[in-house]
Structures are given as structure tokens and as C-alpha cells.
């Protein structure tokens, strides 16, 4: 079991890209069968799965935002991150980082991010 | 993209009574790659099930998952109070992964 927490503002202006990082610790993010992901929660609503990251650099996104995202991962700190560009309103959510490409063992505790100028 | 459809909505039971959750899949689930978790207000989701019965690590056995297919359930054979929350399913047998909208188990 890993600990995951993401960080990185919490106001984002429309139009502008919102930047999340997400530090693993009590494991290594280049373990064996790890993929990584992010998943979003819209107040109120369901989940969302925006896209995962493998630590070789295997990514695999959410087509309904692919054109605007970008997941990177940083084995030298342990770190993996997403951008995505262009935000409305409708990107604000909770936003998780989450071990796991398939079903998903350990989530961090979640950041909400609001779009709003 | 696979579409889960999870019902009922809402679900008002009692503690020790027998909640049963159904999601039902738009197309096949391979392998029964399904998942199921729980989350509770203000907390991030936790895994239970996983390959549609298989429990996560510490999840006590009155959880259970069945299924195949198209159609899947979750049962939770006695109700405590800590188990009243939202439950979700996920199907990782396909990109994009996908969740049901949700079902409520309220007192």
C-alpha cells in the first residue's frame, strides 16, 4: 500500500492550465505493474477517469479530454503530474491521483480545483 | 466505451438488512474486469472488489461481488452503520475505463 497526495492551486482562471503533481511515497512509482492515474469527481456527481501513466512513459488518456491534457511521471522524485489546458468551468472537480491503470488500489485524499476568473 | 448503469439510485435499508446493488454493462465486461468501491462524504473512494468478487485486502466477507457479462452485483449480506454510503462500479476490461454513476445505501 502507497500514500499519494496531490498538490497545486486551487483557483485556476478559465482559460488557463491546471497543474496537479501527485507524490508517491512507501513504495517506488517504477515498481513492478504500476501504472499510475489521475481521476476526477465533478460536486456532487460521479467519477471520471482522465488518464494513466505507466513509469516507463506509457500513457493512455480519456478521449473526451486527450486534445487538452498531458500526464508526465518523474521517477527521480517520485512524482507523476498532470496538466490540462484551456479549463472552464465545467474542469472544476476533486481531482485524485490513484495507483493503478486497470482497477484502483490506493487513492490519494483528493484536491478540489476551482475554475472561476 | 463501455456505459455502466448502476441501480437502484438510492437505496434505504436498515442496519442488518441485505443490501443487493446491481450494474448492468452497455457491452461485455472481458474477464469480468470489474470493480467495486466505496466512498464515503468527504472521503476518496476505497477499493472492495475487484475481477467482480475477488476482495480488496481487509474487506470483511459480509462484501461479496457476482456477475458476468453484461450484469454484476454487489451484496452486503448484513448492513452495519459504517457501511452506509455511495457505491460505485468500474470496468477496466476496456479503454477508457469507466465508473456507474453511483448507488446511494442511506439509512
Known amino acids: 500500500q502507497v500514500q499519494l497526495q496531490e498538490s497545486g492551486p486551487g483557483l485556476v482562471k478559465p482559460s488557463q492550465t491546471l497543474s496537479l503533481t501527485c507524490t508517491v511515497s512507501?513504495?517506488?512509482?517504477?515498481?513492478?505493474?504500476?501504472?499510475w492515474s489521475w481521476i476526477r469527481q465533478h460536486p456532487g456527481r460521479g467519477l471520471e477517469w482522465i488518464g494513466y501513466?505507466?513509469?516507463?512513459?506509457?500513457?493512455s488518456y480519456n478521449p473526451s479530454l486527450k486534445s487538452r491534457l498531458t500526464i508526465s511521471v518523474d521517477t527521480s522524485t517520485n512524482q507523476f503530474s498532470l496538466k490540462l489546458s484551456s479549463v472552464t468551468a465545467a474542469d472544476t472537480a476533486v481531482y485524485y491521483c490513484?495507483?493503478?491503470?486497470?482497477?484502483?488500489?490506493?487513492w490519494g485524499q483528493g484536491t478540489l480545483v476551482t475554475v472561476s476568473s | 466505451e463501455i456505459v455502466l448503469t448502476q441501480s437502484p439510485g438510492t437505496l434505504s435499508l436498515s442496519p442488518g438488512e441485505r443490501a443487493t446493488l446491481s450494474c448492468r454493462a452497455s457491452?461485455?465486461?472481458?474477464?469480468?474486469?470489474l470493480a467495486w468501491y466505496q466512498q464515503k462524504p468527504g472521503q476518496a473512494p476505497s477499493l472492495l472488489i475487484y475481477r467482480a468478487s475477488i476482495r480488496a485486502t481487509g474487506i470483511p466477507d459480509r462484501f461479496s461481488g457476482s456477475g458476468s457479462g453484461t450484469d454484476f452485483t454487489l451484496t452486503i449480506s448484513r448492513l452495519q452503520p459504517e457501511d452506509f454510503a455511495v457505491y460505485y462500479c468500474q470496468q477496466y476490461s476496456s479503454l477508457p475505463r469507466t465508473f456507474g454513476q453511483g448507488t446511494k445505501v442511506e439509512i
Open positions: 457491452q461485455r465486461v472481458d474477464s469480468n474486469y
Open positions: 512507501g513504495g517506488s512509482l517504477s515498481g513492478d505493474d504500476y501504472y
Open positions: 501513466i505507466y513509469y516507463s512513459g506509457s500513457i
Open positions: 490513484v495507483s493503478g491503470g486497470y482497477y484502483f488500489d490506493d
